[in-house]
């Protein structure tokens, strides 16, 4: 679990991690910090160290571009302080004024150097850790009304006007693993290894790739433990078959429902990242500044990492500003070939367009058919001007 949460710190390039661990990749020998600006490497070359002392003897060496020896930004670092006191203080009243005096900077310079370095604003962080909480408090066993008020909430309304979009569902379902859900699943195999396929009455709820079914099956319940989940052993669905047939090529544009979990950016992410047509890319940066968010890449690179359905939301299309891959949570190689197979099925419908153009063309460029051709008079296994060149 720790190495996940690790992961996901890193594809995020969450400056919150930089003193917890260091990653080193194996196919390069270089240890980095969580924040470091180089490519993301595929998960499986991947190490986590509790520092540089770890690493180093290990037999890696220090990244040349993130300097993990050096001492972090302060301004990060001011950052980082300041989420570590709001984790350790959240059930009291914080505000934006003692959050800026304990970081000694006014507050307009904590609400900019903070959206800075996390993508979010210290109140939309302070929300997240209330919901998350929440999420906690259910899972342990506790009422929805003794959960909101041990997170700091001030009525129930308060919870449940954000449930929906945050938790995807109400606090009291949430509080029941899931309980009343219904997920089917089926696992196939694809030219980019095998792919899991899980859907609700609603649309796809998840869909990801790996090289063994039962990793595959395990965050299905480790979210809503209490959900309904079976596997789906009969003939494919339709859902299956289009993600499929997408994979293969065959079906450049797929356009499925989907039923997952978001706060409000995350859906507005995947919204733009669903507009960006087969076979091209979009960088962080261009994703954000459509939002009206220039300063939001980390964020939106946050809510790439954590799109649970893949393909269907094609957060492979998004890309670095200098045109390295950046990172992928089903491994940098598959993001590679996807994008590669997506260019090449567009070439190749461009190709077709022209070769039919230029046949139209030089149909229209012939000279009109006789309506009535002398058949005698055409050469044998030659087509008549009436037939098929």
């Known amino acids: 679990m720790q190495d996940r949460i690790f992961w996901r710190a890193v594809l995020a390039r969450d400056p919150r991690f930089n003193d917890r661990f260091v990653y080193a990749v194996r196919s390069t020998g270089v ?3 969580p924040i470091c600006p180089s490519r993301r490497p595929a998960r499986d070359q991947v190490l986590f160290f509790s520092g540089p002392g770890a690493a180093e003897q290990a ?13 972090a930004d302060p301004l990060v670092e001011r950052t980082k302080q300041i989420c570590r006191y709001m984790e350790a203080n959240g059930e009291e009243r914080l505000t934006l004024a003692g959050l800026a005096s304990r970081a000694g900077v ?5 609400q900019r150097i903070f959206k800075r370095a996390t993508g979010i604003t210290p109140r939309e962080y302070a929300e997240a850790l209330r919901l998350g909480r929440v999420k906690k408090a259910l899972k342990k066993g506790d009422d929805v009304t003794t959960a909101l008020y ?8 308060r919870l449940y006007e954000r449930s929906s979009a945050q938790l995807g569902m109400t606090p009291a379902v949430y509080g029941r693993g899931g309980a009343g859900m219904k997920i089917s699943y089926t696992i196939a195999a694809s030219r980019f290894g095998r ?6 009455e609603r649309g796809i709820c998840a869909l990801s790739f790996g090289g063994a079914g039962k990793p595959l099956q ?7 433990p209490k959900a309904e989940i079976r596997r789906h052993h009969g003939a494919m669905t339709g859902f299956v078959q289009d993600v499929l047939a997408h994979l293969q090529g065959r079906q450049p544009h797929i356009d499925l ?7 409000a950016f995350q859906r507005r992410v995947w919204q733009e990242l669903q507009s960006i047509p087969y076979g091209e890319t979009r960088t962080y940066s261009q994703i954000a500044r459509s939002l009206g968010q220039p300063a939001a890449i980390r964020a939106v690179a946050r809510a790439c990492a954590t799109n649970p359905v893949s393909i269907v939301i094609p957060c492979h299309r998004v890309i ?18 996807l994008l590669a197979q997506e260019r090449q099925a567009r070439a190749g419908e461009g190709t077709n367009r022209e070769n039919e153009t230029s046949a139209q063309q030089a149909a229209m460029r012939r000279p009109a058919a006789d309506p009535l051709p002398n058949r005698r008079q055409a050469p044998a296994g030659s087509a008549t001007s009436g037939g098929l060149a």
């Open 106 to 110: 006014s507050a307009r310079q904590l």
């Open 320 to 337: 670095r500003q200098d045109g390295s891959l950046g990172g992928y949570r089903w491994g940098l190689g598959r993001k590679r070939a």
């Open 195 to 200: 792919v899991l396929v899980a859907w609700t």
């Open 257 to 263: 429902p989907v039923d997952v979990q978001a706060t």
């Open 59 to 71: 037999g890696f060496r220090p990244c040349r571009r993130c300097h993990p020896r050096q001492p």
């Open 150 to 157: 041990k997170a700091g909430y001030g009525s129930s309304s």
């Open 218 to 224: 395990a965050f299905l319940t480790e979210e809503y």
């Open 31 to 33: 240890y980095c910090r």
